[in-house]
């Protein structure tokens, strides 16, 4: 079971930068290079706004089910998108992987919280966590060796004995007992929240690119979103079964934990985004030093991660994620020394510090939500939590993206510009660092798991 959650995170991870490095071969195929970001977008978009439905659809209808169809989604978008004869076929099937993940990624975090104990549960954590690590840098080489070396189709078609082989071991080991015989749907809440959440997703995706911030679209997109979430939280208070619950923004627990997570999303995205651009740009190493750099931040973290459970058995989850914090918060001050004189290694050696921190962040602000709550509910408060890092990881898209522009002021070949420009963006980096400390210090102390109950 283990290996069939990993190989259904693997899916959702990989197909996340695997097409990056296909681009040219893409658009060399089939057109369409004005509108390529789309094939990002669309994606990061589609899995991030379903997230928190399909939490709600696993907690009614069990997790087996909605992984299942998510994975099934996933294979049809990854059929169609090899099939693909025009880019806006791709974008959509591009469309249609994204819902597929929006499915996956939180139902199987689930399983994890139903499968282990809370002791158990770090270590899985950190087995999770490489998976994403190792993607992050397999992921980009799978898609130029199958553009140069076969067809970049494949690096859709790929995916579907791997989804075959996922599926097949899901659906023969992993048993549940769902207690809902007649779970009622809420239609309404599903539709505005999903489409307020595109909406501001979307406006912050394409903030400063295809609309100006200021522009009447984008104001226009940004507070319909606004207004379709308001209308979201009147109509969720006299529901049966609210698609997301509202107690789950006024418990301090769940609250501290998302917030966490939206700053995890945000710090990684900036890092992932700027740190090779930098090491390129501004230190002169080449695309694999640059990479190594970067690498370091997903080494450490999974590394951590597995040992996070020994340090919050022992301190409990609060002072667990006090330490990675406060790890976080030094690694993100260290950036601040790096210029143009600094040396990859030292860059590595920062990121490594970060990834080291993060490791001991993520487990324990996961399993404490997970804990605090019934089966009933634990696909609703994982989704939450895996949403709040999307939002995070969009919102650091915008900012980081006007912060690094206004300084570029469109020259992103100057080593000069380049370093002051990464070095704004590392106090971006560092105020939500602090953030993050914030948010960890109003988890409940004393916190720490019964050792018995953990078992």
């Known amino acids: 079971m283990l290996a069939a959650v990993m190989l259904s995170t693997a899916l959702v991870a990989i197909d996340s930068t695997i097409i990056a490095t296909a681009v040219p071969s893409i658009v060399a195929d089939i ?10 977008s669309t994606y990061l978009l589609a899995q991030a706004v379903s997230v928190p439905v399909f939490g709600k659809l696993a907690d009614l209808f069990g997790r087996k089910p909605v992984v299942l169809a998510g994975i099934a989604v996933f294979a049809l978008g990854s059929v169609g998108g090899g099939l693909a004869g025009s880019i806006g076929a791709l974008i959509a099937f591009r469309a249609v992987q994204g819902l597929g993940a929006g499915a996956i990624q939180p139902t199987t975090m689930t399983m994890i919280g139903d499968l282990y104990s809370v002791r158990e549960r770090a270590k899985v954590q950190g087995y999770i966590a490489s998976v994403w690590g190792i993607a992050s840098v397999l992921g980009p080489t799978l898609g130029g060796v199958f553009s140069e070396w076969v067809s970049w189709r494949w690096i859709f078609f790929i ?21 809902r015989a007649h779970p009622a749907i809420d239609y309404r809440g599903a539709a505005l929240l999903t489409t307020g959440l595109t909406l501001i997703i979307l406006g912050l995706l394409e903030g400063g690119q295809s609309w100006a911030w200021a522009s009447v679209p984008g104001i226009a997109v940004l507070g319909a979103g606004v207004a379709l979430l308001v209308a979201f939280g009147f109509a969720e208070r006299d529901v049966a079964e609210p698609v997301l619950p509202l107690w789950v923004f006024r418990r301090r627990t769940l609250v501290a934990a998302g917030l966490t997570s939206f700053g995890i999303g945000a710090v990684l995205l900036g890092l992932t985004s700027y740190i090779p651009t ?5 230190l002169g190493a080449s695309p694999l030093l640059a990479g190594f750099a970067l690498a370091t931040l997903l080494i450490g973290w999974p590394i951590a991660a597995s040992q996070s459970g020994k340090i919050y058995l022992r301190l409990g989850f609060r002072g667990c994620a006090l330490i990675g914090t406060a790890i976080v918060l030094a690694g993100s001050l260290l950036l601040l020394v790096l210029d143009q004189r600094s040396s990859v290694f030292t860059v590595g ?6 990834g080291l921190g993060m490791g001991l962040v993520g487990p324990p602000t996961v399993v404490v939500g997970q804990s605090s709550v019934g089966w009933e509910d634990r696909g ?18 915008a900012v980081f993206g006007a912060i690094a522009n206004a300084t570029l002021r469109g020259d992103g070949t100057d080593p000069v510009r380049m370093t002051t420009a990464v070095q704004h963006v590392f106090l971006g980096i560092i105020a939500l660092a602090v953030l993050m400390v914030a948010m960890v210090t109003l988890m409940p102390r004393g916190d720490r798991p019964d050792p018995a109950a953990a078992e």
């Open 159 to 179: 995916n579907i004995p791997l989804c075959l082989a996922a599926a097949v071991t899901i659906w023969r080991r992993f048993g549940e007992r769902v207690n």
């Open 31 to 40: 057109g369409g290079f004005a509108e390529f970001p789309w094939l990002f």
């Open 278 to 282: 930098y090491a390129q740009t501004a």
């Open 349 to 354: 050696a920062v990121c490594l510090l970060i």
């Open 380 to 397: 609703v408060v994982t989704a939450n939590y895996v949403f709040m890092r999307s939002l995070g990881s969009a919102v650091g898209v």
